[in-house]
């Protein structure tokens, strides 16, 4: 017998009962929240081939993916780490609608290396994706659906961080001489570094180089905004991406709302305004989202999409743990009008749990303040005295 047969590995965990109700009521809450918004709830597999999970401009997301070779057909399979490309394939082949798609999933995927020293190694994903439109009402409704997400959940001192990913990109259009420093300009930039930065862009024009540095002091309110047009070059499509952010500025008056242009996490992934959600208490991101409009070229059907993902995991590691709930304690015996009579309690919504004098109650969910008891031939509720 292995004595350490119990021991899961590293950054992997259980889901106890009491936190496993909090995600099971957030899981429910969240998706009926997507149902009213008219999106439609896909679960793909948990396996699939490389080429559906993977792209080679994501050498991230690769080094997470777990990989071997199937026995039965020779090829590579993975775990999913990651399940927007599935939806996006669901998306593109297997609904193959011409008109616009809400969809919404739910379920776990496996990181090889987990993101953060303090994150699982097994997230367990919730989100929305809206496919063919590529307005900004798109983006505006996964804006508002990811708030609205988040107070759903009750999350402490929300903050959703918006940015662009075109604004960057139009600077760098304009430099070829950054064109294979390209990641670590974005590097710098992601860590505020202006001192990599300036090296970086000594040889570049003037105005780019300006620009890239300004960038790194343009996060705050609503007010950042209108500091990019002074310090940003007037670009056309610089101008529309910042008019784009301040149409969507308008739409939450929550004060959850801030704005970061030099946040570009996922830039390689990203074609258009991003979001990252952050909340009081998590040092890491606990939620990702924004504009994909290529996501669906590896299966040959490249349609808008903008979405986001929330990890439920993390989610219920920053609320207390449900209170227990009220139940019934009754005889654990086989009788057919005691039977009768827990199922009667059971179907009006009622939690029975039948115990033997020998055991004590002892679910972390349930406290027991009521008993069946037989009166008079009829089996009824009471009130447990206190001893």
Same mark, same amino acid.
């Given at each position: 017998?292995?004595?350490?047969?119990?021991?899961?590995?590293?950054?992997?965990?259980?889901?106890?009962?009491?936190?496993?109700?909090?995600?099971?009521?957030?899981?429910?809450?969240?998706?009926?929240?997507?149902?009213?918004?008219?999106?439609?709830?896909?679960?793909?597999?948990?396996?699939?081939?490389?080429?559906?999970?993977?792209?080679?401009?994501?050498?991230?997301?690769?080094?997470?993916?777990?990989?071997?070779?199937?026995?039965?057909?020779?090829?590579?399979?993975?775990?999913?780490?990651?399940?927007?490309?599935?939806?996006?394939?669901?998306?593109?082949?297997?609904?193959?609608?011409?008109?616009?798609?809400?969809?919404?999933?739910?379920?776990?995927?496996?990181?090889?290396?987990?993101?953060?020293?303090?994150?699982?190694?097994?997230?367990?994903?919730?989100?929305?994706?809206?496919?063919?439109?590529?307005?900004?009402?798109?983006?505006?409704?996964?804006?508002?659906?990811?708030?609205?997400?988040?107070?759903?959940?009750?999350?402490?001192?929300?903050?959703?961080?918006?940015?662009?990913?075109?604004?960057?990109?139009?600077?760098?259009?304009?430099?070829?001489?950054?064109?294979?420093?390209?990641?670590?300009?974005?590097?710098?930039?992601?860590?505020?570094?202006?001192?990599?930065?300036?090296?970086?862009?000594?040889?570049?024009?003037?105005?780019?180089?300006?620009?890239?540095?300004?960038?790194?002091?343009?996060?705050? @309110?609503?007010?950042?905004?209108? %500091?990019?047009? &002074?310090? !940003?070059? /007037?670009? $056309?499509?610089? #101008?529309? =991406?910042?008019?784009?952010?301040?149409?969507?500025?308008?739409?939450?008056?929550?004060?959850?709302?801030?704005?970061?242009?030099?946040?570009?996490?996922?830039?390689?992934?990203?074609?258009?305004?991003?979001?990252?959600?952050?909340?009081?208490?998590?040092?890491?991101?606990?939620?990702?989202?924004?504009?994909?409009?290529?996501?669906?070229?590896?299966?040959?059907?490249?349609?808008?999409?903008? @979405?986001?993902?929330?990890?439920? %995991?993390?989610? &219920?590691? !920053?609320? /207390?743990? $449900?209170?227990? #709930?009220? =139940?019934?304690?009754?005889?654990?015996?086989?009788?057919?009008?005691?039977?009768?009579?827990?199922?009667?309690?059971?179907?009006?919504?009622?939690?029975?749990?039948?115990?033997?004098?020998?055991?004590?109650?002892?679910?972390?969910?349930?406290?027991?303040?009521?008993?069946?008891?037989?009166?008079?031939?009829?089996?009824?509720?009471?009130?447990?005295?206190?001893?």
């Amino acid at each position: 017998m292995n004595k350490n047969a119990w021991v899961l590995p590293d950054q992997l965990a259980d889901v106890l009962p009491r936190q496993a109700r909090t995600l099971e009521a957030l899981r429910r809450g969240l998706l009926d929240l997507y149902r009213r918004h008219g999106y439609e709830l896909v679960m793909p597999p948990l396996v699939e081939y490389t080429d559906a999970l993977l792209d080679d401009t994501d050498d991230d997301l690769d080094l997470r993916t777990v990989k071997w070779a199937d026995a039965v057909t020779g090829k590579t399979l993975a775990i999913r780490a990651d399940m927007t490309p599935q939806v996006a394939r669901i998306d593109a082949h297997l609904l193959n609608r011409s008109g616009v798609a809400r969809l919404c999933y739910f379920g776990s995927v496996f990181h090889a290396r987990a993101a953060g020293l303090l994150t699982s190694r097994e997230p367990m994903h919730i989100g929305a994706e809206v496919y063919g439109h590529s307005g900004l009402e798109a983006d505006a409704e996964i804006q508002s659906l990811l708030l609205a997400s988040l107070r759903f959940c009750q999350l402490p001192g929300v903050r959703l961080d918006v940015s662009h990913a075109q604004i960057v990109r139009a600077l760098l259009a304009r430099a070829p001489q950054l064109q294979y420093d390209k990641d670590a300009v974005y590097s710098a930039l992601q860590a505020k570094d202006t001192a990599a930065l300036h090296t970086l862009t000594r040889a570049c024009d003037e105005e780019v180089g300006s620009a890239l540095l300004a960038l790194v002091d343009l996060y705050g @309110g609503v007010e950042v905004l209108e %500091r990019a047009r &002074t310090s !940003l070059p /007037p670009y $056309a499509e610089i #101008s529309k =991406a910042l008019d784009e952010l301040q149409t969507l500025a308008t739409l939450d008056d929550s004060g959850a709302l801030q704005f970061d242009l030099a946040d570009l996490t996922g830039y390689d992934y990203h074609t258009g305004v991003m979001f990252t959600a952050y909340c009081t208490g998590m040092p890491n991101a606990i939620a990702r989202g924004g504009r994909y409009d290529h996501i669906g070229e590896r299966f040959g059907r490249a349609r808008p999409a903008t @979405g986001f993902s929330l990890d439920l %995991r993390e989610v &219920t590691e !920053l609320l /207390p743990c $449900a209170a227990p #709930s009220t =139940a019934i304690a009754a005889p654990w015996i086989m009788t057919p009008d005691l039977r009768k009579a827990v199922e009667s309690l059971r179907a009006a919504g009622e939690v029975v749990i039948q115990l033997t004098e020998q055991h004590q109650h002892e679910e972390d969910e349930f406290v027991c303040d009521r008993e069946l008891v037989l009166d008079a031939g009829q089996w009824v509720v009471q009130p447990i005295k206190a001893k």
